[in-house]
């Protein structure tokens, strides 16, 4: 089948919706599809995107040129417009697509469409807002499925008849690491961490204080330092050791050297940018990925992770603004070695589950 993924997402970067839309190419590929990523173009000359996502050279990666004399509010509907344009030389069979402008153009023009919903439309412009409201494209008979990331986003389309409910489906993420067996080492202290953005609503502070209060472990935050310009002139303890954000290729190599790893969110849960807030539609691609690796997790008490995981798999934080009630459950769980060693199995039998080759399995089921 030939499918055409459009996404006005800037690749290679190191958001999360970057990472997952290059591996969902990667896995409709594996399954014998002709795939054709549309993309923008970016700055940086001579970079190899399939290395540094560590993906195979199975599919292609179309960019088209910035708009660089037009806002870039305006930028986003030209993007539309133009992927489009550009993958009718490609005969596509099915569009796959996240943004909800281009979709609309594409049920309107009668292309068999399936669009990626991975939150709600408080963060959309008016007039994507007014569409999905007043226009019914989301109903069209070309649009095969919505595929909502978690139950919350479902109910939020459904609740508020933007959807028929037979329209949409949910499919959580997954992670595309090879897993290893790797169960947890007897250790006097842990090496704790956290794998993301570093925005302060995804708990750096958090972390921060923890260290301050935890002189036994060290802690690693592997993310994106330039979110971190206004911590510049803070001293970190010694046992809080910020790393620059590393390839995905090279991810699970730092996810194995853990033996804890966090989901500190703290309160409402901002998207690129430190705006708007997804706290119930949230699937965080780094859960499956903490999975795959076989950590024992330990994560805020949110409900929204509780679509996929369980007890048997972390360690939920009831208390989570407070630094002390962290400290607890990782003093607790040093004496629980074979509680350490249950968690880790669970994770790697359930990791088999949320991979992103199964979610693509699924997807073309429906068409």
């Known amino acids: ?120 439309i408080s963060i959309e412009s008016r007039t994507v807002k007014f569409l999905v409201r007043y226009s019914n494209f989301l109903n069209s008979s070309y649009l095969k499925k919505a595929v909502a990331i978690t139950n919350g986003v479902k109910k939020e389309f459904t609740e508020k008849k933007y959807i028929q409910s037979n329209k949409i489906v949910v499919l959580p993420s997954g992670s595309s690491l090879k897993q290893k067996k790797n169960l947890p080492i007897k250790n006097k202290f842990f090496k704790i961490g ?17 260290a301050k209060i935890d002189n036994k472990n060290q802690y690693f935050l592997f993310g994106d330092l330039e979110n971190l310009s206004l911590q510049k002139h803070r001293k970190f303890k010694s046992n809080l050791n910020i790393c620059s954000h590393i390839p995905y290729r090279d991810i699970s190599k730092k996810m194995f050297e853990m033996d804890i790893l966090v989901i500190p969110y703290v309160s409402s849960i901002t998207v690129a940018g430190d705006v708007g807030d997804i706290t119930r539609f949230t699937s965080p691609l780094k859960l499956f990925d903490y999975l795959t690796a076989g950590k024992v997790i330990i994560c805020s008490d949110f409900k929204v992770l509780k679509e996929v995981i369980s007890s048997k798999n972390a360690i939920f934080i009831k208390n989570f603004k407070n630094p002390f009630s962290w400290k607890m459950e990782i003093d607790k769980l040093a004496n629980l070695y074979e509680k350490q060693i249950t968690i880790s199995l669970n994770n790697q039998k359930l990791s088999k589950t949320y991979t992103l080759k199964e979610r693509a399995k699924k997807i073309l089921k429906m068409i």
């Open 1 to 120: 089948m030939k499918i055409c993924y459009l996404s006005n997402t800037a690749i290679p970067s190191s958001m999360a919706s970057s990472i997952q839309i290059i591996k969902m190419c990667e896995a409709f590929s594996d399954l014998n599809n002709e795939v054709t990523l549309i993309t923008t173009n970016v700055k940086k000359k001579k970079f190899d995107t399939f290395s540094f996502y560590n993906v195979r050279r199975k599919f292609t990666i179309k960019r088209l040129k910035k708009f660089k004399s037009f806002p870039l509010g305006i930028n986003y509907y030209l993007f539309s417009f133009f992927s489009i344009l550009e993958s009718l030389k490609y005969k596509p069979e099915i569009y796959i697509t996240r943004n909800f402008f281009t979709c609309f153009l594409l049920v309107l023009l009668k292309k068999r469409t399936i669009i990626e919903l991975h939150h709600d």
């Open 194 to 210: 956290y794998f993301g953005s570093l925005y302060k609503s995804r708990g750096f502070e958090l972390i921060s204080k923890l």
